[in-house]
Each structure stands twice: as structure tokens, then as C-alpha cells.
């Protein structure tokens, strides 16, 4: 039996690995980092954070300007990192860049106690980030149309991601919990007390409304809300698996905001040797054909013991 996880018992998380894995993740250097790379798997690092979010914004860019009446194509993109949103919209200020037949896919949002996505009004809403540090400053405007935010009623955004659509990259960030999007591990119950789920059984994962794990609570009270884990929900609706591999690429873009230094060297480790487990969601992009880590040099961190 796997190891029970030193978070919470009641859930599966990278606690549950193997220690030899997770102290080989934890010894490799920046050196060793950059040697990861292989076919389908990709490690860029940037000097300065300059470089990295204007690396990440014109990610947006590039998509946006190959899409066509014929041809439309879009991204799907976090909130979290979101210093990238107003340098997008600046970009397509100043050139020019024609949005109609761009396409955006939001990556997920809260769920309240009801069962329905948080309104635009919740201090915390994805949505109302994404459109208040992007869409509302492209002075020429986005195709209302052409924006898919998830909501607990999943099936009009599912359906969006099979409309003809290309989605030619989907960004996200990489949480405490080594997630994308709120693809959180599992609870340890049921068919999956001793086991978490197998990365097959994982993939086949669509657009679903997902109970957050303990530490992805915490941490967005940590990044988003000054400590107060009260106002944070335990719900969200989160893009899936499904919808990932429909995207020709994935960026994850790793600035040591959101995890830490043992967690940026895990995941890539695991992507990079093909260690794909359930436990660590994130390393289920193993599989996928077109992966790319970003990373700011200076945000990297080290595992050495420090005693504060």
C-alpha cells in the first residue's frame, strides 16, 4: 500500500510517492533542469520577469494572429499567473492585431455552495480578472461570441471546444497541489482508498465541477486573498483532460509565485522520465505530444534546508 499522504490522509497527493523520487526531484540543479528537455517536452528559462511575462502574453499573440474566417484558432488561458493579461491587451493595442475570428477559453472558475459558478460581482472571479486586466482594454473589442468561460452547466463550453475551433496552445500555472487548471488529485475513498486513479482513467476527464483539495484552498487565500481562506470556495469548474489534449501545445509558466522549489523540479522530472501519476496531476502531461516549461531563473529556489 502507498503511503499515506503527510497533508491530509483523506486525500492523494505527492506526499504518496515514492521518497526516492521526490528527494532525486528535489537534488537537481538549474543545470539539471535544462537537461530535462527531450522530444515533445521542452525547458525554457527567461533572466528576468521582463522576459518571461511578455514571453507568456505574446503566447496570445501568435495564436490570435493565425486566425482566419476559415482558420479560427484561440488559447485557452489562467488566472494565475495574471501579469500577462494587460500586456496582451497592450500588444493587440499597438498592433493592430484583428481579434474577430481569435477565440479565448477561460480555464475555470468558482463554485459556490449552490452548485453555480460565482457571479462576475465575487471579488475572486476568474472571469472578471480575465476581462478586467484584458478584454475590457483591447480598445477595439473582443467577439463577445468568441469568448468561452466555463460554468457549472458544462455542456455549451465542452460543446465550444468541438465548434471547429483550433485551440493552438493552452497556458496555465502550476499550483501547490502540482495541478493545472484545478485539475486537483482525488479524495482517498471509495475505488481509490488504495490507489489514486490510473493516468488513463484520469484523461478521460472532461470540463466538470471538481471539490478542491485542501492546499489549493489555501493557497489561493495565500496569492489572491491576503490569508483568508474564508472567502475562497471549495468548488470550482475546471477545464479537463478531455479539452487538454485538444490543445496543440501546453505552457505551463513557473515564476516561484505559485509553487515552490521542490514542486517546480518535481514535475518536470516526472514529465521529462515519463512518470505519470495521479497523485501529482500535472505529471500526466507526460503523455501529451507538445509540452513546454517556462521558468523564471530567479524564481527557481533552491531545496538546500534554510531555518527562518
Known sequence: ???????????????????????????????????LSRPG??????????????????????????ATADNPVGLCGPIGPTEQ????????????????????????????????????AHPLSF???????????????FPEDNLHFPVANTKQYIDSWSAGVRCAVMQGGQGDIKHWAF??????????ADEPPSPGEYRKLTTRVVELHPIT???????????????????????????TW????????????????????????MISKGLADSAVP????ADHPNVQFNYFRGGLGSCAVEMH
Open 127 to 141: 472571469e472578471r480578472a480575465d476581462r478586467e486586466l484584458c478584454f475590457n482594454r483591447i480598445e477595439a473589442g
Open 217 to 243: 484552498l489555501a493557497q489561493n487565500a495565500r496569492t489572491s486573498g491576503g490569508g483568508n481562506i474564508t472567502m475562497v470556495p471549495n468548488q470550482a469548474v475546471t477545464v479537463g483532460p478531455v479539452e
Open 85 to 120: 493579461l494587460p500586456l496582451v491587451a497592450r500588444l493587440v493595442n499597438e498592433l493592430n492585431i484583428d481579434l474577430t475570428n481569435g477565440h479565448f477559453w477561460g480555464m475555470d472558475e468558482w463554485v459556490g455552495d449552490d452548485g453555480v459558478e460565482v457571479s462576475n
Open 1 to 35: 500500500m502507498r503511503p499515506q499522504s503527510k497533508i491530509s490522509p483523506s486525500w492523494w497527493d505527492y506526499t504518496t510517492l515514492d521518497d526516492t523520487l521526490i528527494q532525486d526531484a528535489a537534488k537537481l540543479t538549474e543545470k539539471d533542469l535544462a537537461q
Open 246 to 269: 485538444q490543445a496543440e501545445k501546453v505552457s505551463i509558466w513557473q515564476a516561484g509565485t505559485h509553487d515552490n522549489p521542490l514542486g517546480q523540479r518535481l514535475t518536470a522530472f
Open 282 to 285: 500535472m505529471s500526466l502531461l
Open 183 to 192: 485539475n486537483d488529485p482525488p479524495r482517498r475513498e471509495g475505488a481509490y
Open 41 to 66: 517536452f521542452q525547458i525554457v528559462f527567461y533572466d528576468s520577469l521582463e522576459d518571461f511575462y511578455l514571453a507568456e502574453a505574446l503566447e496570445y499573440i501568435e495564436a490570435w494572429k493565425q
